[in-house]
């Protein structure tokens, strides 16, 4: 379990950050800003806490899919939350209903990476487990 923990945290820290300095190379990108260095660090911090809800909930074994569907949906709030809380202490700009909506479709895009990412990953995964099946157990 705690294994399984540390290998989900480091892989959704990596995704969940990739992701991040996407939106902001193209959120510099159009408003033709420069950046500051300790936003880097920010953003490696705000991708660690919200990576741990991510990597909290993967380790949940939760068999009800109406559970886990209402979990994942209380889950994309909660980081939707923190990450307008990270964006208030950082003061990486100031929350109006437009900055909220736009940090909404962010956060839509980062989740959306991170899982078509996680999906990718774990086919590879699967079908190199079943390749490996096959091979010590062949049909006869």
């Known amino acids: ?12 820290f990596v995704n969940i950050t990739t ?3 996407i939106v902001t190379a193209i959120y510099l990108t159009i408003s033709e ?6 936003i880097l660090w920010e953003i490696l911090l ?6 741990l809800p991510s990597a909290f909930l ?7 899919g109406r559970i886990l569907l209402l979990l994942w949906i ?5 980081i939707f939350i923190i990450t307008l809380l990270l964006i208030n202490i950082f003061g990486w700009y100031k929350i109006t209903a ?4 736009l940090t909404f479709l962010a956060v839509v895009f980062i989740y959306l990476f991170t899982c078509i990412v996680h999906y990718i990953v774990d086919m590879k995964h699967a079908a190199l487990m079943n390749k490996q099946l096959k091979q010590r157990y062949p049909k006869k």
């Open 19 to 21: 992701a991040v300095l």
């Open 46 to 51: 705000s991708g660690l806490i919200t990576a």
């Open 58 to 64: 993967v380790c949940l074994d939760i068999r009800n």
């Open 98 to 101: 437009i900055s909220a909506m």
């Open 1 to 12: 379990m705690i294994k399984e923990f540390f290998s989900s945290l480091l892989h959704y």
């Open 33 to 38: 800003q420069q950046m500051d260095s300790v």
């Open 74 to 78: 209380a889950h994309f709030l909660l």
